[in-house]
């Protein structure tokens, strides 16, 4: 019976390091024990009963780290959809099916960074006592906001809806006990709506959704009970408020300015871009509603800018896909964000495949000294490719690629199909057009119109 691994290949070993044009990783039990040239691999390990991976044009490097991870969305349409339709009970076995897909994508670890519900934190308790298969997981619980933050996107007549991926919080006092109750309820990571968002408003990002008082406070209670904070902050204001607070890292930064940059730098606060989604949404829309999109191709060209600019001066830059939205299907985009930060921000593939593995690992905090690098002593989360993602950022984006996939040192099975499922009825929007059905007077019949 085999004791473990000997991988052999190029090694990109998670840390920015230059690769190892022809290394050897060894894997015993679930730990990676060793990780060099294969020419000087010790003579103790030849005696050991170890399965050998080798082949041309090979490539091991660590599992993917996704920063930005909403596993309970149920890839849903729209807030209505998230918030309003499948009951916490379906959501939760969806989420359960939707990690499988994810894992088989090569990512062994991932951040989930609001759920609905408490979802997040019990799936990844059944991760860990081996009733699901899935990643590693780190896990917020709703994501705290006011009435100017992301989740409040319902009109004031309605009740806060109870599905919705956020919880609305109206004082100081309310601010610290929903802090208190996740915390309660498990979660490592506190998630805040800091500022609104391309999505839900038609008018300008910007400003906060709290005082900078509030965001202290968020901060300090937060890593009083030791725990991790984080923030959607698009805004210069928001991206400057919460730096000054000392989130531990932020999401997106998109309109972020040279003062704000400054406390970034200053305090060593890693950035998450997770522009996946809105590249999607520009891609994807053709040439319908050109118009309606000028706002996200605003913020996309904004944040290329100013988190290139970022990066550049010394930034941390970590990538998330946001995976979880139609947009963004479950185990199809994680590794586009590493091309994106390539593409738009200017990093090489090298210091992209970092930013999706040893930066990430700070994402899963009760993790993180053991994940995100190969390097003795760490967990054996590998990938090995077929390809050399160095020199193409986009092979990590090939099922076909994957040769093998280890998480803890066992492999995981990406052969078995994943069937298809059924789709209800009552997970969806109820949509009878999408459009206006018109008369016209002169043809004496209907026809559709944008609306």
């Known amino acids: 019976m085999s004791n473990g691994y000997r991988l052999d290949g190029q090694v990109v070993d998670g840390t920015g390091a230059v690769p190892i044009a022809d290394g050897t990783v060894i894997v015993v039990g679930d730990t990676v024990e060793w990780v060099g ?17 080798t082949g041309p044009d090979r490539t091991v490097m660590p599992g993917i780290v996704d920063a930005h991870v909403h596993t309970s969305f149920g890839e849903a349409r729209s807030e209505e959809e998230l918030a309003l339709y499948t009951p916490v009970e379906y959501r939760s076995m969806l989420a359960a099916w939707n990690v499988r897909k994810v894992l088989r994508a090569g990512v062994t670890s991932l951040s989930d960074p609001a759920t609905t519900f408490n979802i997040s934190a019990c799936l990844r308790d059944a991760i860990e006592a081996g009733i699901v298969e899935g990643p590693r997981m780190a896990a917020a619980g709703r994501q705290i906001t006011s009435r100017q933050g992301l989740e409040d996107a319902f009109p004031s007549w309605m009740e806060f809806p109870p599905g919705q991926a956020g919880v609305l919080v109206k004082s100081p006092d309310e601010i610290a006990e929903e802090i208190r109750l996740q915390v309660k309820d498990g979660v490592d990571v506190i998630k805040v709506s800091g500022s609104n968002d391309s999505a839900v408003t038609s008018g300008p990002v910007e400003g906060m959704a709290f005082t900078e008082d509030e965001f202290t406070l968020m901060a300090s209670e937060t890593h009083r009970l030791g725990r991790k904070c984080t923030v959607h902050a698009r805004t210069s204001q928001s991206v400057r408020a919460c730096a000054a607070a000392g989130f531990d890292w932020l999401q997106h930064a998109s309109y972020m300015d040279s003062e704000g940059l400054d406390l970034i730098l200053e305090k060593d606060i890693p950035i998450v871009p997770a522009l996946t989604l809105l590249v999607n949404l520009l891609a994807s829309a053709g040439d319908a509603g050109a118009s309606s999109l000028d706002v996200f191709k605003r913020e996309v060209d904004a944040a290329s800018e100013n988190l290139g600019d970022a990066f550049r001066q010394g930034a941390t830059i970590i ?52 994940i995100g690098t190969l390097e003795a002593g760490k967990l054996a989360d590998v990938l090995v490719l077929d390809a050399d993602p160095v020199a193409d950022i986009r092979v990590l984006q090939s099922p076909s690629k994957i040769a093998m996939i280890l998480k803890g040192g066992s492999a995981v099975d990406v052969e078995t199909p994943i069937p298809e499922r059924r789709e209800y009825s009552w997970e969806k929007n109820k949509i009878y057009l999408q459009g206006r059905f018109r008369y016209d007077e002169s043809l004496k019949q209907g026809f559709v119109t944008d609306l």
């Open 319 to 370: 990538s998330g896909s946001e995976t979880g939205w139609s947009l963004v299907p479950f185990g199809e985009w994680h590794a586009f964000e590493m091309e994106i930060l390539v593409t738009h921000l200017g990093l090489s593939p090298l210091e992209a495949i970092h930013a999706g593995t040893g930066a990430a690992a700070v994402t899963v905090p009760q993790w993180a000294d053991r």
């Open 37 to 53: 040239d294969a020419a000087a691999v010790p003579e103790k390990y030849a005696a050991m009963e170890l399965t050998h991976v």
